[in-house]
């Protein structure tokens, strides 16, 4: 009786060791996280369904073939490191590396690596854990991207201010007419920053920009926009804000939105920049902003009145930026600024940015 007990007791412990590993069996291959064991001589001896995910080898492409085959050639030393640790008994502490794929693709890993010993408690080699990063390592590149681009925007923009400091009070009458035109002005350059963060500096619509600056003069149905599809870089989306700012307010206040029977009409085209000097066939960027209105009563505005810090924005600041020409026109009831500029300092370059649909309004 003791002995049919004792035999009982035996084949309870091997069915719960066969279960046992079974269960580590299943949990290693339906692991999101590519499983690998090598021998002390970097063979592998075993390879789960993720590992085959990651890599792009088969079990039976893997198994017998050295770990080197994963391991690009300047990194191949660190596989002698691990070997002489695991040999040795000391720690090898998870770390992120770089690895490569059966087609030769380089992926971000963190790799985790444990000794495998048998029974007799010797090392006979490790298990390594491996979990695709590169997603990780990509938002962390992006991040650093912005982060240096939010660094230099920042900076441009304080040089911006100080700027607009300096030739708003030149052209002030008073401490109160300063501040408002300074609030209003940085107020506009918030505007334009909040575009360009919304799309993480990546630019923004002309449609958008204009609307943007546009739209806190009302009026929108005296407002008629027209051209093709564009997404502007951020250094022409701070500069065309500012010109459009500047155009709105002159408009509010002498032009087409200050009056019931005004009209702005706002078109842009693309076309060859041949017949500019230096061009050299170079496609180009042209804008028009022209309005139509009842001359306001004493307005003697002209090409000689004194020049204030909007003019000085069209003429000068925003075409030098662009890398363009500005020709500014106006006389009682009426003002047209045109703009020209390589196309390649406006746009972003992507597939579909020179679209040929036309917004026919605005607010749509």
Known sequence: MQLRVAMNDIDGSDRQGATADARLAAIVDSS??????????????????????????????????????????????????????????????SYETTRKRKDGALISVSLTISPIKNGDGEIIGASKI?????????????????????????????????????????????????????????????????LLVTSEWAGASLFDLIQEHLKPFGLEEQILLSGPVLTLQSNAVQNLGMAFH????????????????????????IGSGAHAPGSAGEREFQLTWEENCEPHPGDRRDQTTRKGFGTVVLQRVAPQSLGGSAILERSPGHLKWQLSAPLASIIVAQAGSEADGVSPGFGI
Do not use: C
């Not at 390879?47 to 492409?61: L, V």
């Not at 500047?246 to 085209?269: H, P, Q």
């Open 32 to 93: 999101f996280d590519a499983i690998i064991s090598k021998d002390l001589n970097s063979v592998i001896q075993s390879w789960n369904q993720a590992a085959e995910r990651m890599f792009g080898y088969t079990a039976e492409e893997a198994i017998g073939q050295s770990v080197l085959m994963l391991i690009p050639d300047p990194l191949k030393s660190e596989e002698t490191e691990i070997i002489s640790k695991i040999r040795s008994g000391d720690r090898v502490a």
């Open 130 to 194: 491996a979990r695709d990063i590169s997603a990780a390592k990509e938002s962390e590149r992006r991040i650093r991207l912005l982060m240096r681009e939010v660094n230099h925007r920042v900076k441009n923009q304080f040089a911006v201010i100080l700027s607009m400091v300096r030739e708003t009070s030149k052209r002030s009458n008073g401490p109160g007419e300063f501040e408002e035109l300074i609030r209003a002005r940085i107020m506009a350059l918030s505007r334009s920053h909040d």
């Open 246 to 269: 500047e155009l709105g307010t002159n408009s509010s206040k002498y032009g087409a939105l200050g009056s019931e029977g005004g009209r702005v009409e706002i078109t842009w085209t």
